[in-house]
């Protein structure tokens, strides 16, 4: 190529890219690794853009695929993931642009292992094992804490001083086991089993102060995710690894930051429940207070109306009224009586005046036969025959003469 140039006979800009091309063309395919740095799936977009970037040179390559190659690796794929693909570098010739058409994607050493544990994720949630309605919830005042965590380790100081300082009455269970390597597994299933079987156990935390993502493999075991998921206790991851969860923090009835955290979660705090309790405490007091002032102020309203204000004030007048008739009768009746007795006297007077009594009194008298028959006629009478007289002084036998 520099011989067939020189200044005077320049080769054009797409005879160069063209060579270019056929130069990377001879190439054909490579296994190339790196890490993802930026990666862009659109949606109905048959290929996907992937930038590959060297970790140790600041060298990038942009590498397409199609999306089929692409899906057998995108639950365990993301920006940040090494990986190893099959590619053949492409040369754009318009452009002058090169990258790499990837055929097959896979992942480096700790990749794979994650594409497992994505497997192992998604069909453990089929099964429900990942389910909110079998999370339990924790006891409000746990009287006895199971804790599994290394002997010794930073995990197990954060728990047991944190808890202590929030409730010092709290009382654990401590199993020390190895939380990393060969052994790790089998060590805390047995450890959670075995509280889970402690009758005075209310709540058991796992805990372990973070770590790489190889040292946290035991926490995403399935035979530990299986144990954990049968428990009768209610379980609290408290792994301390943000960036990558273990599968024990999705199976676990509560998931905890670190072990710290668990601590504050599990454990209430005596300052704050006290403090709850006097809030309460004075809500209530100002609420039976509140209750029986407004009470006394509607009694007091109730006392003020006339009919208890003064009680005897209705009665009174009905006496009043009572009294007055009674008044009323005895004059109307004593007024009937004096007229009856102004009658009465005056019909006495009528018939003391036309008593036979009365004429008697005045010198007449009364003959009468034997019989009773008064004579009012002297036919009436035979001479010789014996009369009865009678006079106002009384009575006396006569003889009528011829």
């Known amino acids: 190529m520099a011989n067939s140039s020189s200044p005077e006979a ?19 395919e490579v296994w190339v690794e790196g890490q993802i740095t930026q990666l862009s799936r659109r949606p109905g977009a048959g290929v996907v853009f992937l930038t590959l970037r060297d970790p140790e040179r600041d060298v990038s390559l942009t590498v397409t695929c199609f999306r089929a190659v692409f899906e057998q690796v995108a639950d365990a794929v993301q920006e940040g993931s090494r990986i190893i693909v099959r590619a053949k570098p492409e040369w754009y010739a318009a452009r002058g642009t090169l990258s790499l ?7 480096v050493g700790l990749g794979e292992l994650l594409a497992k544990l994505e497997h192992l994720k998604r069909r453990l949630a089929g099964e429900g094992l990942f389910a909110a309605d079998r999370k339990r ?27 202590r300082r929030r409730w010092p009455a709290v009382r654990f269970e401590v199993r020390n086991v190895p939380v990393q390597g060969v052994g790790a597994v089998s060590r805390v299933s047995a450890a959670v089993r075995e509280l889970d079987e402690h009758p005075e ?47 024990l923090d999705f199976v676990a009835d509560l998931r905890a930051s670190t072990p710290t955290d668990a601590a504050k979660r599990v454990v209430p705090d005596v300052g704050e429940e006290l403090a709850k309790v006097h809030q309460l405490r004075d809500r209530a007091r100002r609420q039976v207070v509140g209750r029986v002032e407004r009470e006394l102020a509607g009694l007091a309203s109730v006392r003020s109306r006339p009919v208890l204000a003064a009680p005897r004030q209705l009665v009174d007048g009905r006496a009043a009224e009572v009294a007055a008739l009674l008044e009323r009768s005895r004059r109307c009746l004593g007024h009937r009586l004096d007229a009856a ?11 003391v005046a036309l008593s036979p009594l009365a004429t008697l009194e005045r010198g007449y008298a009364v003959l009468q036969q034997a019989d009773g028959h008064v004579v009012t006629d002297p036919a009436q009478v035979t001479s010789g025959e014996e009369l009865h007289a009678r006079v106002a002084g009384g009575g006396f036998g006569v003889t009528a003469g011829p």
């Open 101 to 107: 058409r990837a055929s097959e994607i896979r992942l």
């Open 201 to 247: 156990v209310d709540v058991i935390i796992v805990a372990r102060g973070g770590g790489s993502v190889e040292d946290l493999l035991p926490f995403s075991d399935e035979g530990l995710i299986r144990t954990v998921s049968g428990c009768r206790t209610p379980v609290v991851s408290a792994i301390g690894h943000e960036p990558d969860q273990p599968l």
């Open 341 to 351: 007795e102004s009658d009465l006297g005056h019909t006495l007077a009528r018939v």
């Open 10 to 28: 320049p080769i054009p800009v797409g005879k160069v890219s063209a060579l270019i091309g056929g130069w990377i063309d001879r190439l054909g």
């Open 137 to 163: 919830p924790l006891p409000f005042l746990p009287h006895c804490i199971g804790l599994v965590t290394g002997r010794g380790s930073a995990a197990e100081r954060d728990v047991l001083e944190n808890a």
